[in-house]
């Protein structure tokens, strides 16, 4: 007796690879059965007569004077930011500030009056009490340095809101001249402002310039002179001996930096006494001696060094004797 067979159904395949392989087989027939795609030629190199007409073969012979030379012609600063907007040169001149100081020693300063500003507006007493002298030469003092950063030749760290902080801090500067609740509350902001900046945020502050900008707003000659004594004596103690200058040569380079430009800025338009022949062979004396002392740390002239700070020192006591 034949044996029975059993028969079995084939098992159907899984749903998901079903529905795979419909989604591929209709994608393939919509590609053999979409049209060809017409697509444009190449523009025709021929000219009907109306419209050569319209047109010269050589275009110079229509224009006058010497052909431009685009490439001579100057770039444009671009923003630090990264934008495409040229960067406003606010001060810059087309001046090389960074044969005079670096932006390390500007960077330095900044950090430096930190201490200093914060020191004279910890309480209204203090600051009433006499702190508001110290905070007006240290706002100044930022102000400057902000301003040089803001018009320096060279990619410095700040940049991009120097000219805020230069304008920030200059009116701070001036409303300093008295210690009342108003300047002490505007030296807190400033505070505020300037620890930020260097966390890395931009000043929250918005300055009220309404003219140009002029390196005569930036500080007055009263905070720059004090400034200037304070570099005399730190530059007088760091060549007091050949040991005092190798062990001292980073800050008196810093502070021949710090000279050097002071004694730029001071010659600058509209600053006082910019006019005055004497006053500004005095001054430009004291920055070309700034100049050498800065040379000399390099070299690690001491001789030089010692020579160049009794330059700087001369030319200061002549000028305070004319201008005393």
Known sequence: MPTRRSWKTAPLPPL???????LCWLAVAAVVAAPPVRRSGPPSTTWDDMTAGLFSDDAFTFLSGPRPDFGSAPRPVVSPSGGGEPAAEDGGDGFKWSTLISGDTLTDEIKDLKDRV????TT???????GYNDAREAFSMLALAFGLIAAHDQDIRW????????????RAGFNCKVGTDQTFNESRL??????GMIQGSPPKGKPEQEEDFRWSQVAGRPPLMSRLELAGEI???SIASQADFKGKADRLFHEAEIVAAIGEVVCRPDFEY???ETYVEYASTMRDAAVAVRKACLDQDYDAARAAVGDISK????CHGDYR
């Open 124 to 130: 209204p007493s203090t600051f009433k009490g006499g």
């Open 159 to 170: 940049k991009r809101d120097a000219a805020t902080a230069r304008d920030l801090f200059a």
């Open 118 to 121: 914060t020191s004279t507006a």
């Open 16 to 22: 998901p690879a079903l529905i795979l392989f419909t």
């Open 315 to 318: 030319s200061c006591d002549t």
């Open 190 to 195: 400033r505070i505020e402002d300037l620890e």
């Open 235 to 237: 530059m007088n103690a």
């Open 274 to 276: 910019f006019d005055d």
